[in-house]
């Protein structure tokens, strides 16, 4: 089974503090995700990385910053968080091309900026 | 860029009614549809997905789904949902890549 962890499940942190959220997949998948999850809103892409080093833009980027630095692990930084950015985050990975007809979810982090 | 709208944003049937939950696209060119549920508490999991050939896509739990190119939907449906189902429903498109684009997601309530 495809495994993806994300390392807190619930997270507290207040205003202008740098928020780390890691991620880690078990199946040798190159793409790696970063969405946010909002009521009414679905997901929206943050960022998503096809290799290790490598990282694109998705839809909503202001605000965070990834770093890949190996392959199964994929890491979003929220430099100096805010309270509009509480939500639930959720990292997700799949195969490169053809491949990656699926993603795998992780179970998400719910984030509260204070 | 292409869009997704699941219209339905609530729903809440009784146990044995059927369902079908509407989600249309924006994207003229070829696409890839994608139905993905998330229980309570659970993390997201893929339902069924279509890449090509028969319209008529079945997937787990009873599920199916038909995509109708000239009206651009991909609507998933059930012909008798039971209390289990009760759960958040995403509609997805990939259009090229791997990235997909999502729906606002529709919660359905089951009552037993």
């Known amino acids: 089974d495809v495994k993806v962890t994300q390392s807190s499940r619930y997270l507290v942190k207040r205003t202008g503090e740098k928020v780390f959220l890691e991620c880690v997949q078990d199946?040798?998948?190159?793409?790696m995700f970063w969405y946010r999850q909002d009521p009414g809103l679905g997901l929206r892409l943050i960022y998503f990385s096809y290799d290790v080093k490598m990282k694109e833009k998705g839809d909503i980027p202001e605000g965070y910053s990834v770093s890949r630095e190996k392959k199964e692990r994929f890491s979003l930084i929220l430099e100096s968080a805010s309270t509009n950015q509480t939500s639930m985050y959720l990292c997700?990975?799949?195969?490169?091309?053809?491949?990656?007809?699926?993603?795998?979810f992780g179970p998400g982090t719910r984030l509260t900026v204070l | 860029a292409q869009s997704v709208s699941q219209h339905n944003h609530h729903v809440i049937l009784s146990e044995a009614a059927s369902l079908e939950l509407g989600c249309n696209y924006s994207y003229g060119g070829t696409v890839n549809l994608f139905w993905y549920v998330q229980y309570p508490g659970q993390h997201l999991q893929l339902l069924l997905k279509?890449?090509?050939?028969?319209?008529l896509v079945k997937g787990i739990k009873g599920f199916e789904a038909e995509f109708i190119k000239s009206k651009f939907s991909f609507n998933l449906r059930k012909p008798s949902v039971q209390w289990s189902d009760t759960a958040e429903y995403f509609c997805a498109v990939r259009v090229a890549g791997n990235m997909l684009t999502f729906g606002g997601g529709t919660r359905l309530m089951v009552k037993p």
């Open positions: 199946m040798d998948h190159e793409n």
């Open positions: 279509y890449f090509s050939g028969d319209p």
């Open positions: 997700a990975s799949s195969f490169f091309g053809l491949r990656g007809n699926e993603q795998f």
